[in-house]
């Protein structure tokens, strides 16, 4: 019985976050409530104060699970600036936007959250792309970089994918710019 009760709360679980990542996408921070994300969800309202806490705390897990900046960091090999001129390339050129894009695009404006969002970027990527710097500047490398990549994400938002573009072509101006910020 008590196998059964964690799987439910398991699936549970999962649904509401499945709900809460789909909305915060859609509609951004703001315009989502607890009570959208418990229908969605098909889940109790309370349910979700109870595994979560609050919208603020769902949204954090939400964009904490986001992302595969580490993937890209452990795939690097010893290219590092080819790796992120590949992860910028593909999400130039991809025909979606990522649930991830969609959700900070959409919540931005919105001061409950920025501090999440500042976090995120600052353990998803600036931190462990400066640990892997050498140099006294290394934060301010990792700076630029993190500019370029964010920057990308939103020049997508607005224009759309660079269909038209030649993947590795974009990868090699990438390659030589991601060198220049990080060497």
């Given at each position: 019985?008590?196998?059964?009760?964690?799987?439910?709360?398991h699936?549970?679980?999962?649904?509401?976050?499945?709900?809460?990542?789909?909305?915060?996408?859609?509609?951004?921070?703001?315009?989502?409530?607890?009570?959208l994300?418990?229908?969605?969800?098909?889940?109790n309202?309370?349910?979700?104060?109870?595994?979560?806490?609050?919208?603020?705390?769902?949204?954090?897990?939400?964009?904490?699970?986001?992302?595969?900046?580490?993937?890209?960091?452990?795939?690097?090999?010893?290219?590092?600036?080819?790796?992120?001129?590949?992860?910028?390339?593909?999400?130039?050129?991809?025909?979606?936007?990522?649930?991830?894009?969609?959700?900070?695009?959409?919540?931005?404006?919105?001061?409950?959250?920025?501090?999440?969002?500042?976090?995120?970027?600052?353990?998803?990527?600036?931190?462990?792309?400066?640990?892997?710097?050498?140099?006294?500047?290394?934060?301010?490398?990792?700076?630029?970089?993190?500019?370029?990549i964010?920057?990308?994400?939103?020049?997508?938002?607005?224009?759309?994918?660079?269909?038209?573009?030649?993947?590795?072509?974009?990868?090699?101006?990438?390659?030589?710019?991601?060198?220049?910020?990080?060497?």
């Amino acid at each position: 019985m008590e196998e059964v009760r964690l799987r439910d709360r398991h699936a549970t679980r999962l649904r509401i976050m499945e709900a809460a990542r789909e909305l915060f996408a859609e509609h951004g921070y703001d315009q989502v409530t607890m009570r959208l994300i418990a229908a969605r969800a098909e889940a109790n309202l309370s349910l979700i104060n109870r595994y979560f806490g609050s919208k603020r705390d769902l949204f954090a897990e939400v964009i904490a699970e986001q992302g595969r900046f580490p993937g890209v960091f452990d795939e690097a090999g010893g290219d590092l600036p080819r790796a992120l001129a590949e992860y910028v390339a593909d999400r130039l050129t991809s025909p979606g936007d990522s649930v991830l894009v969609a959700t900070l695009a959409r919540s931005t404006p919105t001061s409950e959250i920025q501090e999440i969002i500042r976090e995120r970027i600052r353990t998803a990527i600036l931190e462990p792309l400066s640990e892997r710097l050498p140099g006294d500047d290394a934060e301010m490398r990792a700076s630029l970089a993190t500019a370029l990549i964010m920057g990308s994400a939103q020049l997508r938002r607005v224009f759309g994918p660079a269909g038209e573009w030649r993947r590795e072509a974009v990868v090699d101006r990438l390659t030589r710019v991601f060198r220049a910020c990080l060497g």
